[in-house]
């Protein structure tokens, strides 16, 4: 379930530029925005993520830009460029 809402989370952000802002500014919690848009997703998640390499299908997707996520074990950043 939190892979897909963490799915759903990255869509949501490629098309809100509200999202994108929030997530940029500095210390933005990328887990407490995503909880404040309706998504539940956790650090976790996260990692797991930042370890995957996107599909072609995926690249194809995010033309245009893209997202990916920085950090340690305990911190996140979320990069929509």
């Excluded at 848009?37 to 956790?42: E, K, L, P, R, Y």
């Excluded at 996107?54 to 979320?78: K, Y």
């Amino acid at each position: 379930m939190s892979e897909e809402q963490l799915k759903a989370f990255i869509a949501k952000v490629q098309a809100d530029t509200s999202l994108q802002e929030q997530l940029k500014a500095e210390g933005a919690d990328p887990v407490a925005i995503a909880k404040a848009a309706g998504f539940s997703i956790t650090t976790e998640d996260l990692e797991k993520e930042h370890r995957q390499t996107l599909s072609d299908d995926d690249l194809e997707g995010v033309a245009g830009g893209f997202f990916c996520v920085q950090g340690t074990a305990n911190r996140f950043t979320i990069n929509v460029c």
